[in-house]
């Protein structure tokens, strides 16, 4: 007998800030920035985001054991290339299929996920996002608005 458990929203309570991030930077890039500008460690994480085994997402992390808290920087991109085998003009052509973590956040580049309680960062951590100078702009996501939560649990 085997046994499926299934976590629900209402089981998914967890204490965190969510931040969109839009920039032109790598990821690699913006992660050196973001530990420069908040003096943090984030460093890429071993494993990747994947979601349904059709994409994966890079991630950087950080447990700040001090102030108690976990940075996660996310890339919220992936674009899988597959090479289609048809007999035509185009044959042996190259497509590529972008996939996004949070569908609803398209436009999206990044998210800087803070793991913490009850302290609130945002408007210092905003206002240092916005003097990295590749960084198009940054705002705060209302959690309760998210309708892919499931996908930010590290």
Not at 61 to 77: F, G, H, M, Q, Y
Request: charged share 30%; with cysteine.
């Amino acid at each position: 007998m085997i046994t499926t458990l299934k976590f629900s929203d209402e089981f998914y309570e967890e204490d965190f800030s969510l931040f969109a991030i839009h920039s032109d930077l790598e990821d690699y890039a913006l992660a050196y920035s973001l530990n420069l500008m908040l003096d943090i460690r984030l460093k890429r994480s071993l494993i990747d985001i994947d979601i349904s085994g059709q994409s994966s997402f890079p991630c950087y992390e950080w447990k700040d054991a001090i102030n108690e808290r976990n940075w996660s920087l996310i890339v919220n991109t992936s674009i899988k290339e597959e090479n289609l085998r048809r007999d035509d003009l185009f044959s042996n052509e190259e497509t590529s299929t972008v996939y996004h973590l949070m569908p609803e956040f398209k436009d999206v580049d990044y998210f800087l996920k803070i793991e913490q309680e009850g302290e609130d960062l945002d408007e210092w951590l905003m206002e240092s996002l916005l003097k990295i100078s590749k960084v198009i702009t940054a705002y705060p996501i209302e959690v309760s608005t998210i309708k892919s939560k499931q996908n930010l649990i590290l």
